[in-house]
């Protein structure tokens, strides 16, 4: 059981290159997230989506947008990356909302720098 | 406005000291509270729930709403503790949102 896979791991952008993050889970789970993760600002909310077809912006949603096409898989994408970007981000679900229901499940992470 | 406070940046003990990291939060509700945890090289996992009333790894945390606070206990801490702590907050929104503190960087020492 795979849980939550973001592909890929790590890379390098150019300011102004384009870029998708790819966020995979096998756990039949409506909820998604991406957060970002930044040094002294914990985990911030770029976007997210409640069900297949469906997305809603976050806490941070500029210059970022996301996809959710099937059930499993929520794409982030990067139009211009600007430097501002680096950060670490993570893709989350979640089985639904309220008691139980709630607990996040992480990917590995994806570290991007933009130079 | 929803908010989650960790005052500490960096928490630094000897194993077998007793460990409390902090966390407040504001919201108007009944918000859900949890801890999540980073070892280092893994992913982010649920460590504890406040609805949950349980100890994970000898850690607990009880929500004190009079004082809006939900503080991460363990009586003796051990090297393996090591790692970040992200206190995080669910309102009641039907959407999942966590909202997460600054994260504390726990540091046990030998």
């Known amino acids: 059981n795979a849980g939550v896979t973001q592909t890929p791991k790590f890379r390098v952008l150019k300011t102004g290159q384009s870029m998708t993050l790819l966020c995979a889970q096998d756990?039949?789970?409506?909820?998604m997230y991406w957060y970002r993760q930044d040094p002294g600002m914990g985990l911030r909310l770029i976007h997210y989506?409640?069900?297949?077809?469906?997305?809603a912006k976050g806490e941070v949603p500029d210059g970022y947008n996301v996809s959710r096409l099937k059930k499993q898989n929520f794409l982030l994408g990067l139009e211009s990356a600007a430097p501002s970007q680096t950060s670490v981000y993570f893709c989350a679900s979640s089985q639904g909302t309220g008691g139980w229901w709630t607990e996040a499940f992480f990917g590995q992470g994806t570290r991007l720098t933009v130079v | 406005a929803q908010r989650v406070t960790q005052p500490e940046k960096l928490l630094s003990v000897f194993k077998g000291a007793p460990v409390e990291l902090k966390c407040n939060y504001s919201y108007s509700g009944s918000p859900e509270l949890f801890w999540y945890v980073q070892y280092s090289r893994q992913r982010l996992q649920l460590l504890l729930r406040?609805?949950s009333r349980e100890s994970i790894k000898g850690f607990t945390a009880d929500l004190n709403k009079g004082e809006t606070s939900f503080h991460l206990k363990k009586p003796f801490a051990q090297e393996e503790d090591s790692a970040m702590y992200y206190c995080?907050?669910?309102?009641?929104?039907?959407?999942?949102?966590?909202?997460f503190g600054q994260g504390t960087t726990l540091q046990v020492k030998p």
């Open positions: 995080a907050l669910s309102g009641h929104s039907n959407t999942g949102k966590l909202i």
């Open positions: 406040h609805i």
């Open positions: 756990m039949n789970h409506e909820y």
């Open positions: 989506s409640v069900g297949e077809g469906t997305t």
